[in-house]
């Protein structure tokens, strides 16, 4: 909008119902900014693009103006129906958030679980960090020796450590320490880094008296949907603590591609705004979860020397305030696949300001530092099997090899698995229906539901509905197509607004009051995002002239993956049909291998190598895997041949 020189723009008062929270804001302000200006998380899980519908609002009073958009009919519209992230506000407004789109603030995991070193550990050996203990003569009028110059003096005399140097945030401080520890300081030293094992002695901390009961560490996974936080005791190499919590920025996308558009949209002539939003969401988080892992302790943030951090391509971009938008772009590249290493104060991080902050190495856009960290952590190259490595997330990472050579790609699955673009799909989160069984005769559904006993459903996760797609395959509620046999003697099967649609749930027996239930829509979107994944084996399989048949081990990442049945995952074509013993859940490979970087020089050169020998297969760019997506769009193959067991398993239940 173009306001003339010397005119000031309109101000109006927004109050968001039910929460009675009032805001004052510019004519064409979006109705989801005024939101979030009054403190209100409303969702965007399409980062803001209108294709979600999850930011609806009900405009109660006042003028708003719409952009164009076809979910809603004449008649919702006239009802005030509009979508929060398309919408302006034009004058004083009452607008109306139904409690389910407000975002739900929910940990995942805050545990005390103490982990070992998996390997012999030397924290003489391996870490770039020291303590060092150093009494100081006092000045006199005999020695008017500079603090500075006195403290370097003994350090090199007591231990012979020369050559220190110091930032002036730390320079500011030394005198002050030196006086309150009545002469006896602790400095913490880094000795070298390991990306520079020649650079300089730094002191990156100093402490009044004797503190050498402990040294800090911090791994470090940051990922589109959760972030994770390990404290690490670097004297003994033991996990002392862990958090985790859903990343922050999920309420502005929660997919890549919706996170990088909302990096790059503009308010008002500033474009990129989005970028410093985004930035500062994960960092909260993390800062959050440090202070959380702290406590579990009885340390506090600023005694934590090191953070080494692995992520995907994007969220190591959003969380250096890097901008991502040539990810997206054609021929899709990023900043940098290596940050540098940068120091806490730098990004935000409440650790110790001068701690280094140690980015491991991704490989291209859409493969990240969680993969060569995962690669790692997995044990993919330990031995010499044939190898597929899988992190099944909102994004689909695969590499296969020995790790003689690696080879890998991205599948764009989408946020299916995560719940999203499912009518009733939710994260993994109290009320979620994780795992579904139907009666073959009846086709009536036993479901299990995340929390206590009695816990009614408010929704179906990623695991369920890998769970559910099965099942109505295998009892003959959808063809190979996905699409519902609505002609069945079952009320659970009915025609709806979206198609052919099973009920999971009655609206007696759920928390909203709604019947839960999946679509021929919802099947469509989860075929896609498998058929992509099984389409991703097929072709770096046949890049390097092998074939899914071939693979004698098949390793499984992510936080979600550990999730995954096995067999169902099998029925559906989203894994491959192999025995179950070739299968390995691993967890979270990627904190897993920010942990070992962080114990280990050796480990931190191992992910520097797997880096450099991985190349990587832009699948858009390969001619035949239109071709195999297209053939993994049935259930749960279109040859029938890769799924022997499958195949005789729907021959047994005619």
Not at 604 to 615: E, K, L, N, V, W
Request: aromatic content about 6%; some cysteine; proline content about 5%.
């Amino acid at each position: 909008m173009r306001i003339a020189r010397g005119s000031s723009i309109a101000k109006h008062t927004v109050r968001f119902q039910p929460l009675d929270r009032s805001i004052q804001v510019d004519t064409g302000t979006l109705v989801a900014d005024a939101a979030n200006a009054a403190g209100i998380e409303l969702g965007l899980p399409c980062g803001g693009q209108g294709r979600c519908g999850r930011c609806t609002v009900i405009v109660q009073e006042g003028s708003v103006h719409r952009s164009p958009n076809q979910r809603f009919s004449d008649g919702d519209i006239e009802a005030g129906y509009a979508l929060a992230c398309q919408t302006t506000v034009q004058s004083d407004a009452v607008i109306y958030i139904p409690p389910q789109e407000i975002e739900r603030k929910l940990q995942t995991d805050k545990t005390a679980q103490k982990i070992s070193a998996p390997f012999s550990y030397d924290y003489l050996r391996d870490q770039p960090l020291r303590k060092y203990v150093v009494t100081v003569p006092e000045p006199s009028l005999d020695d008017q020796t500079d603090d500075w110059s006195r403290l370097k003096r003994e350090l090199a005399r007591q231990y012979r450590v020369e050559g220190l140097i110091a930032e002036l945030p730390v320079l500011r401080r030394v005198s002050a320490a030196l006086r309150q520890g009545e002469w006896t300081v602790t400095l913490v030293i880094e000795t070298d880094r390991w990306d520079a094992p020649s650079g300089p002695t730094r002191l990156i901390d100093i402490l009044p008296g004797d503190h050498l009961e402990s040294l800090w560490g911090v791994a470090i996974d940051i990922g589109t949907t959760t972030n994770v936080v390990w404290l690490v005791d670097l004297l003994s190499g033991e996990v002392m603590a862990q958090a985790a919590d859903y990343n922050g920025q999920i309420a502005r996308g929660e997919d890549v591609i919706s996170r990088i558009m909302y990096a790059s949209r503009s308010k008002g002539e500033a474009k990129g705004q989005g970028l410093g939003e985004l930035q500062q969401l994960v960092i909260q988080t993390l800062n959050r979860l440090l202070g959380q892992a702290a406590h579990q302790v009885g340390a506090r943030p600023e005694e934590i020397y090191r953070a080494v951090v692995a992520g995907n391509s994007t969220m190591m971009h959003l969380f250096a305030g890097l901008q991502p938008e040539s990810i997206r772009l054609m021929p899709f590249v990023t900043t940098v696949n290596h940050i540098p290493t940068l120091r806490a104060h730098e990004l935000g991080l409440c650790i110790c300001p001068d701690a280094a902050v140690d980015s491991l190495p991704g490989i291209a856009s859409y493969v990240g530092a969680d993969i060569t960290s995962g690669v790692l952590s997995s044990g993919m190259c330990q031995g010499d099997k044939l190898t597929l490595f899988i992190d099944i997330g909102t994004n689909g990472e695969i590499v296969l090899g020995d790790c003689t050579w690696l080879i890998a790609c991205a599948c764009s699955a989408g946020p299916a698995f995560e719940g999203a673009g499912v009518v009733h799909g939710m994260r993994a989160t109290e009320g979620a229906i994780e795992e579904v069984w139907i009666e073959p005769k009846t086709h009536e559904p036993t479901i299990q539901v995340i929390g206590p006993a009695g816990t009614n459903p408010r929704g179906i996760c990623g695991s369920g509905l890998i769970g559910l797609m099965a099942e109505m395959f295998m009892t003959g509620i959808v063809d190979k197509s996905g699409n519902v046999n609505v002609n069945l003697p079952t009320e659970r099967t009915r025609a709806g607004p979206h198609g052919g649609e099973y009920v999971v749930s009655w609206a007696s027996e759920t928390a909203t009051s709604h019947d839960i239930v999946i679509t021929d829509v919802d099947l469509d979107n989860l075929l896609r995002a498998k058929a992509a994944i099984y389409a991703g084996f097929a072709v770096l399989a046949r890049s390097v002239g092998m074939t899914i048949a071939d693979i004698e081990r098949v390793l499984i990442g992510g936080a979600f993956g550990q999730y995954i049945n096995i067999e169902k995952a099998i029925e559906i074509g989203l894994l491959p049909d192999a025995p179950w013993d070739h299968f390995s859940y691993m967890g979270n490979t990627s904190v897993r291998g920010a942990y070992l970087a962080l114990l280990s020089r050796e480990a931190r050169g191992q992910i520097a190598s797997i880096a450099d020998m991985m190349t990587y297969l832009e699948l858009s760019a390969d001619n035949t895997f239109f071709d195999e997506f297209n053939a993994a769009l049935f259930l749960p193959h279109t040859d029938e041949s890769q799924f022997p067991t499958v195949a005789a398993e729907l021959m047994a239940l005619e």
